[in-house]
């Protein structure tokens, strides 16, 4: 799959304020500063679609964008910041909670961990919950640049047994050195239609 075009729709800290339910959305999920903006900004061939932050935790509302006026990408807010105050991060997970229990065009959420570190306990849990809402998913390590082949290998067998993947897709993705990412695509257009 390739994408043509991308333009930002909106971004929404209420139900009320999501675009109308209709294209399939794909959501990205996954700890603040593991390279979300950037894989986006990738996929779509738009450099500044999606802002990148060299502070953590900038995404602080759910941005919609539209792709190819087929289907939409939805940027959730980071989690796992330290730096923002606890109410501030309740609130985070409660409008998380809200879009990904309550939207009815979301298809699937990729789940982004980094592959230069093991799970947190926030990727293990945001993955059982995905399992609990029976969500569809795709497990994504970023940074795949960051570490040698070895590494990359070893880590990966890491993730899998600490998200106990099993059957559950796992990709390594470098946005830096754009590997991994038509594979990304592919997987992506699958679950868009089928």
């Known amino acids: ?3 043509k075009n991308a333009e930002f729709i909106c971004s929404a800290a209420k139900k009320n304020q999501y675009p109308s339910e209709g294209p399939v959305e794909i959501a990205f999920a996954g700890r603040s500063n593991v390279g979300k903006s950037s894989l986006i900004n990738l996929l779509t061939g738009r450099r500044k679609l999606a802002k990148v932050s060299q502070n953590p935790g900038k995404t602080r509302t759910i941005n919609f964008f539209n792709i190819d006026d087929s289907w939409r990408i939805v940027d959730l807010p980071g989690y796992g910041y330290a ?15 809200d879009y990904l229990e309550n939207r009815e065009s979301l298809k699937s959420v990729v789940q982004l961990v980094d592959c230069r570190h093991e799970p947190t306990a926030q990727d293990v849990q945001m993955l059982e ?3 609990y809402y029976n969500l569809a998913h795709i497990v994504v390590a970023t940074k795949a ?10 880590n ?13 897709k796992l990709l390594a993705v470098s946005a830096l050195k754009k590997t991994g990412v038509d594979i990304l695509l592919d997987e992506i257009g699958r679950l868009i239609n089928g």
């Open 1 to 3: 799959m390739t994408i």
């Open 83 to 97: 730096k923002v105050s606890k109410a501030e991060s309740e609130s985070w997970g409660k409008m998380m909670e």
């Open 129 to 131: 919950y995905l399992r």
């Open 145 to 154: 640049d960051k570490l040698s082949k070895n590494e990359l290998n070893k």
């Open 156 to 168: 990966l067998a890491m993730i899998k047994k600490t998200l106990q993947l099993g059957d559950e």
